[in-house]
């Protein structure tokens, strides 16, 4: 791989410009289901069927006026939304989308992820400490709390597929499912957990305690507007196509379908966002059938529900490694 | 989790539904069997300002509206105008009106348009 | 019942609380308000107070203008509330009462001597006082004294403007990590004038104005005043305008109970609920349009009688269609109410005592759900309330949870109600030959009714003019916000808009006065033009 194929994984396929791409018609898939499953008509007038609305949201945001409070770090207070925005990003230009390797690949890039992960939340957790407000404070708080109980599931979910597929990097899982099919067929109650700790990573209902508004109003993006809103919105947007980026990967089988291969990338890179439109459908759906849970409960539910799950997942894996 | 299936149900049930909600413009602006608004007829108006001196809102003016016959003398005549932002709509100035001037016609005001 | 002309009981300024007290122990013990009175050379307080299964005891006082009262609230834990209230609006300072250094409805920079409900006070001079340069009239938290409570608290603002209320208002929560330490209410952020207005106002025109203290339960309010005004006159309404009442009375408390209902699924983060509670909730609104002409201000209640009447092919599609939302809503708030997420978020949230709802005179659900049946349409029925079949649902636990529960029941209920009235409507005609527009003969009564949050007040008093003396309302929301205030204490942060809400505050009932509006004789008109001016700029 060379530098320009590195570059231009990074920044145009599928780096960033897929990526916020996506993250747009991600954001009209939700807002048009969840306002189907309340019996509303959701986005109509932007584009077809209301299509570009998203983006029409993004461009309003960015020329509204801005509003830093007193006292802002101004350093964290701009790079904040910046750094947001730019770690799922670069974080999708690793995920094998298609056939014809246009992803920066790398042995290790899988657990690169984890860092990646980490490294998206402590942006955000620097938005809010950038300004002193009780509700930026009470969301950070919220944000790192829920952060280090969910992390905590996602990685071992994670490390459960290594652990069976005996890879590092994404090539590796794309290659062992090749051969051995999608890793949901093994991992069912991996997958499970791994899509509850994305409703949580994504803070989506039941697990939007970061910013609770009718609690917090908007917790840690209380004080950002304008520009600094706009990319703080994408940059959710964007993560939300990482992280079904990352289920497809890992367990769905990534661009893996008939004729894989065959037809050329293209055709594989559109199994691949079917897939993950369908995911993100699903934890959209999921989300809108819940209310939010208390602060309190937090911890119990989503350990005291998921840990079992995944640790079951892991005697399996352990014996199928045995016998395989 | 009895009603964690009845949810998902409820849900399926919503989307095949269809929305109940209608896009912009809606149908006919005003039910049957709304108020809708007063309208005065000059014609018949008499100009006893009943209707201004009732009106819960004070949405009602007497405006100069030129001279009337009363036996043999002209006098200076006013006559009501509604202010529609102050109306509430409530359909007193009908009920009070002695010649029944006022009357509430089906339709309503829309602020947010023009072409509806 | 449920209305009468006031006997008043007197008394001496300093016997007060024992009179009070030798009340209490006769069985009335319900302070429903205390209403202020300028009587010229001193104020007059009259202290209503109601027995538990029926009638209403007035208690009367005259103190000297600027002078001193002793508090009740030794007897009355509520009484405080009502006591700021008056000294808000009449400047008589309460000894005793320890809240009397600050304002309950008006703003902290409102001028200390033109007390706003004094018949001299002039309205352009207070509006001169509060533009005076130098006069600023924000208010913050009480930031200062954080660190008797912990060194780790921090003073959340909770409102005025916050996505969790649908009104303004303000709470300052102490909070420490998640927990509550304590919470600080101040109200009055949507005062109106309403009551000195109505001074200024013929009757009928005061039914009008008396709806639009509220945009929920505004039939009640209108429905209150005219049973007051009605007694005043000796006037009985028709058999069927009586009925009619009824009818839009109970749509109304099932449209605002419903939406309470959706809204608890909002404030929960279960917009989902919220929305398929309101689409249920849709053809309520229908009906009320259908009976009264309008979704919200019905304004159907006129002095001696109805403005609508309701004939046979109305009344047939009203059967009809409660029938149809019965089986929507029974079949809804099942769902919701056997899901385990909901009962987890509202089961033991901002749970209190009987003691503390009887102590703090809450009235409404709020006082059923800990068992105490005390609803006005049974304790003293008024309109056709006497000739139906109703239980009251009564809840067990004091807590979100019962709450739910009672509210869910008393919309079965109406909705029997309703069916009940639609097979039983009697003949007649209830509309009055022409609008009242007389005077009202000197007296003074008083009306109360079981609004959908509770027990509301109206009082009236008649100098024989065309408009009234005065007029006092105290709504539900006043009577119970004290309690989520105390109910918020050692909960979390997660649970403060469901807790704040399960009294189903309405605050802009709950403040009423401002003068600086009232009587300016100054206002800018918007023509429609205008409109459409200001729409395009933005």
């Known amino acids: 791989m060379d530098g320009a194929t590195a570059v231009f994984a990074a920044l145009v396929f599928p780096g960033l410009l897929f990526t916020f791409l996506m993250g747009l018609f991600f954001e009209y898939v939700e807002r048009k289901l969840v306002a189907r499953v309340q019996r509303r008509i959701g986005p109509l007038y932007a584009g077809p069927g209301g299509v570009l609305q998203p983006l029409y949201d993004f461009v309003k945001l960015l020329v509204k006026e801005e509003l830093p409070p007193e006292g802002v770090d101004r350093l964290y207070y701009w790079l904040a939304p910046l750094l947001a925005a730019a770690a799922p990003a670069y974080g999708m230009a690793f995920i094998p989308v298609s056939s014809f390797r246009l992803s920066i690949d790398t042995p290790y890039d899988y657990v690169f992820t984890l860092f990646l992960f980490s490294f998206a939340v402590f942006a955000t957790a620097a938005a809010g400490y950038a300004v002193y407000s009780p509700y930026t404070a009470m969301g950070v708080g919220r944000l790192v709390v829920q952060y280090s109980v969910y992390e905590a599931i996602f990685a071992s979910t994670l490390a459960l597929a290594s652990l069976q597929t005996g890879a590092t990097s994404f090539r590796g899982l794309i290659e062992y499912q090749a051969l051995h099919g999608p890793l949901a067929l093994y991992q069912p109650l991996g997958l499970a957990a791994a899509v509850v700790a994305l409703l949580a990573k994504l803070e989506k209902t039941p697990f939007d305690l970061p910013h609770a508004k009718q609690e917090i109003v908007a917790g840690w993006m209380t004080e950002y507007s304008g520009r600094g809103l706009a990319f703080l919105h994408i940059a959710k947007d964007m993560s939300a196509v990482w992280g079904s980026a990352l289920i497809v990967a890992v367990y769905l089988g990534g661009p893996l379908g008939p004729l894989y291969g065959a037809l050329g990338g293209l055709v594989d890179a559109a199994w691949f966002v079917a897939k993950m439109v369908a995911v993100y459908a699903a934890v959209a759906f999921i989300s809108s059938l819940a209310g939010r849970v208390r602060v309190r409960g937090l911890a119990e539910k989503i350990w005291g529900a998921l840990l079992p799950l995944v640790f079951v997942q892991f005697l399996v894996v352990v014996a199928l490694r045995w016998l395989v | ?116 | 019942m449920g209305a009468g002309k006031i006997e008043r009981i007197e008394a001496e300024p300093r016997e007060l609380p024992a009179a009070l007290s030798r009340l209490r122990g006769e069985g009335y013990s319900h302070l429903i308000t205390i209403t202020g009175l300028d009587e010229g050379d001193s104020i007059g307080l009259i202290y209503h107070l109601a027995r538990p299964g029926g009638g209403v005891a007035h208690l009367h006082a005259s103190v000297a203008k600027g002078g001193e009262a002793p508090s009740a609230i030794g007897v009355f834990r509520g009484a405080y509330i009502y006591e700021m209230e008056v000294h808000d609006m009449f400047g008589l300072r309460f000894s005793g009462n320890p809240h009397m250094g600050r304002r309950l409805l008006l703003p902290d920079c409102y001028p200390e001597d033109e007390p706003p409900l004094l018949k001299d006070t002039d309205p352009g001079r207070v509006r001169e006082k509060l533009f005076a340069p130098g006069t600023v009239c924000l208010q913050g938290p009480p930031v200062s004294g954080l660190s008797r409570y912990s060194p780790e608290s921090i003073a959340v603002p909770f409102g005025p403007y916050h996505p969790a209320f649908k009104e303004p208002e303000h709470f300052t929560l102490i909070v420490e990590g998640e927990r509550i330490l304590d919470a600080i209410p101040r109200i009055g952020f949507v005062h109106r004038g309403v009551e000195k207005a109505a001074e200024q106002r013929s009757y009928l025109r005061d039914i009008f104005l008396l709806e639009r203290i509220c945009g929920i339960c505004s039939m009640h309010h209108g429905l209150t005043f005219t049973l007051a005004v009605e007694k005043l006159l000796g006037l009985e309404a028709p058999e069927r305008a009586e009925y009619i009442r009824t009818l839009v009375a109970e749509l109304e408390r099932i449209h605002s109970h419903t939406l309470w209902l959706g809204l608890v699924g909002y404030w929960m983060g279960f917009e989902t609920m919220f929305m398929w509670v309101l689409t249920v909730r849709e053809t309520i609104m229908d009906l009320i349009e259908l009976v009264s002409g309008n979704r919200v201000h019905k304004s159907i209640v006129t002095i001696g009688g109805v403005r609508r009447d309701v004939e046979g092919e109305k009344l047939r599609r009203v059967g009809e269609k409660i029938r149809g939302f019965e089986k929507e809503f029974s079949r809804l708030i099942g769902d919701i109410l056997s899901l385990d997420e909901f009962i987890e978020r509202t089961s033991g949230i901002g749970s209190y005592t009987a003691e503390d709802a009887r102590a703090l005179s809450t009235v409404g659900p709020v006082r059923r759900a800990v068992g105490d049946p005390y609803d006005i349409r049974k304790v003293e029925p008024y309109c056709a309330y006497g000739d139906l079949d109703f239980k009251v649902v009564t809840g067990d636990r004091g807590d979100v949870y019962s709450l739910v529960q009672v509210r869910a029941g008393e919309v079965l209920e109406s909705i029997h109600m309703v069916e009940q009235i639609v097979d039983h409507m009697p003949p007649g005609n209830p509309v009055p030959k022409r609008p009242f527009m007389g005077v009202v003969k000197p007296g003074e009564a008083y009306a109360r009714t079981e609004a959908p949050r509770g027990e509301l007040f109206h009082y009236v008093r008649s100098a024989g003019k065309h408009s009234p003396d005065r007029v006092k309302v105290r709504t539900p929301t006043l009577a119970n916000i004290m309690l989520a205030a105390h109910a918020l204490r050692g909960q979390t942060v997660s649970d403060v808009p469901l807790v704040i809400t399960m009294i189903d505050p309405c605050f802009s009932c709950m403040d009423r006065v401002l003068v600086a509006d009232a009587g300016s004789g100054r206002r800018r008109i918007l023509t429609e033009a205008d409109f459409h001016r200001m729409r395009r700029r933005w």
């Open chain 2, 1 to 116: 989790m009895r009603g964690a299936l009845a949810l998902l149900v409820d849900a399926f049930k919503a989307i095949l539904e269809g929305p109940v909600t209608r896009p912009y413009p809606p149908g006919p602006a005003v039910e049957e069997e709304a108020r809708g608004m007063p309208v005065v007829d000059w014609e018949k108006c008499v100009g006893c300002s009943l209707c201004a001196r009732s009106c819960p809102a004070g949405a009602i003016e007497m405006v100069p509206a030129g001279k009337m016959r009363v036996g043999k003398r002209e006098v200076p005549v006013r006559k009501p105008r509604i202010d529609y932002m102050h109306c509430i709509y409530c359909g007193l100035c009908a009920e009070v009106c002695p010649r029944g001037a006022i009357t509430m016609a089906k339709k309503c005001l829309l602020i947010a348009g023009e072409n509806i």
